[in-house]
């Protein structure tokens, strides 16, 4: 998945809250695209005004260059930036994330998946794999599909694993959002016009289904018991919007609900090898 205006407003977020933006060096799982609108994107980039970042760089006969997300990670004040890619001549690394890392690299501070690891057939290794790279203290975001978007990827991926991850790992869960009607959310802020509808970020607040993520051992559905029924409520009125109907009509697939997920992986209890989470304990049926 591209990073669109909506992922830009999460970091923009991230940042304002102190997660992100201490000069970190990060690996992006996948080098990710800006899929927006340019205006909307040089508005924001406008607002970060980091000194010694070119933010026209951004921009390449018209539209985005190559390397643009470099650019808005810089801005947003990570240091060093690095990519993996089975096939973009573009990353750094060339890994197949189906497999354990045989190339020794140094720790990470961030590591993206934005949109990656569904599109892994062994997806747990993906989640190992992130273990395995990141340093005690750092920072992993995720951005994944959790409800529709059918035949997008191999995986759907619950909320209930990061939690899950996060108790058996030692991880703490700094922001959870869950975005209904992800694609319909997405295309409105970008049909926005205007400066100040430009310049006014995404309202987070304002989402409908809110996850509870305070207790870091408590599992997902003590800590949130009412999610299921409201985030299944909340997709079949996502459905019969008129809006969203627009959009079907166009692309029966594009009625789908994302988490954004930002752990992390805390120095003291972080295990040393990944531990696979199992439900058997928790889940009640």
Same mark, same amino acid.
């Given at each position: ?131 395995? +790279?990141?340093?005690?203290?750092? #920072?992993?975001?995720?951005? *994944? /599909?959790? @409800? %529709?978007?059918?035949?997008?990827? &191999? ?99 594009? +009625?789908?609900?994302?988490?954004? #997920?930002?752990?992390?992986? *805390? /120095?003291? @209890? %972080?295990?040393?090898?990944?531990? &696979? ?9």
């Amino acid at each position: 998945m591209a990073i669109n205006t909506v992922t830009i407003d999460w970091l923009l977020k991230l940042q304002s809250d102190g997660v992100i933006g201490h000069g970190e060096t990060m690996l992006e799982l996948g080098p990710q695209d800006l899929m927006a609108s340019l205006p909307h994107v040089m508005a924001r980039l406008q607002q970060l005004d980091r000194a010694g970042v070119d933010i026209n760089a951004v921009i390449d006969n018209g539209g985005f260059s190559p390397s643009s997300q470099k650019i808005l990670y810089a801005a947003l004040g990570v240091g060093r930036y690095y990519s993996t890619d089975i096939v973009d001549a573009r990353a750094d690394y060339r890994i197949d994330l189906n497999y354990p890392v045989q190339t020794p690299l140094n720790g990470f501070d961030l590591i993206t998946n934005f949109g990656t690891a569904e599109h892994v057939f062994n997806v747990a290794q993906v989640f190992m794999t992130i273990h395995q +790279l990141l340093k005690d203290g750092g #920072v992993v975001l995720h951005i *994944l /599909p959790a @409800l %529709g978007d059918c035949n997008h990827g &191999f995986w759907n991926i619950h909320p209930t694993v990061f939690f899950d991850i996060a108790r058996e790992n030692g991880y703490e869960i700094l922001d959870y959002q869950y975005m209904d009607n992800a694609y319909g959310r997405w295309f409105a802020l970008h049909q926005t016009e205007g400066l100040e509808a430009m310049t006014a970020r995404f309202d987070f607040a304002s989402l409908p289904v809110k996850i509870n993520f305070s207790n870091r051992l408590a599992p997902f559905q003590a800590q949130n018991p009412h999610f299921t029924a409201m985030a299944a409520a909340q997709y079949l009125n996502n459905a019969n919007d008129p809006e969203t109907q627009r959009h079907l009509k166009q692309n029966p697939t594009l +009625l789908f609900d994302y988490s954004y #997920v930002a752990m992390r992986k *805390l /120095p003291s @209890l %972080g295990q040393p090898l990944f531990k &696979f989470p199992s439900q058997s304990m928790y889940v009640k049926f």
